[in-house]
């Protein structure tokens, strides 16, 4: 089945480590994008990437950061720099804005909790 | 400026009720896109409908419907006949057709249906 896979579940991080979440998709789609959820909060985009070796900073980028070394693949980088990490953080992917019927699906999403 | 506003932050029904959840958003583009999604419990967001600003009529899916009124910018969703799986936060969202193509989120609507 096509779809988007996240790992891990939940994501335990101590203070000064850098973590790196997964982020998968075998829907062929060329654009992925990285958000972030808090309690009673809508989501927040981090990162977009809308083709293979690019990528863009999002509204709260700082602290991140991310790759885009495979279509099929975006992981994000939660680095020291990020002070205050603990949220819910969806990855989502699409084709190519622009295309007149991108619709974004979402992953299953990680859960990152600092110790 | 582009928002979405969810006015309502959490709503309870009976089992059968019909509820209407509210989203209205601002943005100066003349071609634009809104969608709902779910989140279950689980977490992963939902893909449940997307209308583009030129296509103002009305669409059912089963118990679901939505009522897009440009005139007032309001996507609004109903839930006919609700059930206890339909428990979930529902979001709102707006994606601009100019500029990065990013999704605006609204903060999203609790819905509890109790039995």
């Known amino acids: 089945d096509g779809g988007i896979t996240q790992s891990p579940k939940y994501l335990f991080r101590k203070e000064g480590q850098n973590v790196t979440l997964s982020c998968e998709q075998n829907?062929?789609?060329?654009?992925m994008y990285w958000y972030r959820q808090d309690p009673g909060q809508g989501l927040r985009l981090i990162y977009y990437?809308?083709?293979?070796?690019?990528?863009q900073k999002g509204d709260i980028a700082e602290g991140y950061s991310v790759s885009r070394e495979k279509k099929e693949s975006f992981p994000l980088t939660v680095t020291s720099a990020q002070k205050n990490p603990t949220a819910f953080y969806l990855c989502?992917?699409?084709?190519?804005?622009?295309?007149?019927?991108?619709?974004?699906?979402f992953g299953p999403g990680t859960r990152l909790l600092v110790l | 400026a582009q928002k979405v506003t969810q006015a309502q932050t959490e709503i309870s029904v009976v089992e059968k009720e019909d509820v209407t959840l509210d989203c209205v958003y601002e943005?100066?583009?003349?071609?634009?896109?809104l969608f709902w999604y779910k989140q279950p419990p689980s977490g992963e967001l939902v893909f449940l409908i997307r209308?583009?600003?030129?296509?103002?009529q009305n669409e059912i899916s089963g118990r679901y419907s939505w009522n897009f009124q440009k005139s007032t910018s309001s996507f609004n969703f109903t839930i006919t006949a609700s059930q206890v799986v339909d428990s979930a936060v529902y979001f709102c969202?707006?994606?601009?057709?100019?500029?990065?193509?990013?999704?605006?989120f609204g903060t999203g609507t609790r819905l509890k249906v109790l039995a």
């Open positions: 969202a707006l994606r601009s057709t100019s500029g990065t193509y990013k999704y605006i």
């Open positions: 943005t100066r583009d003349t071609t634009y896109y």
């Open positions: 209308r583009n600003s030129f296509d103002e």
């Open positions: 829907l062929n789609h060329d654009a």
């Open positions: 990437s809308q083709i293979v070796n690019d990528f």
């Open positions: 989502a992917s699409s084709i190519v804005p622009g295309q007149g019927k991108e619709t974004q699906y």
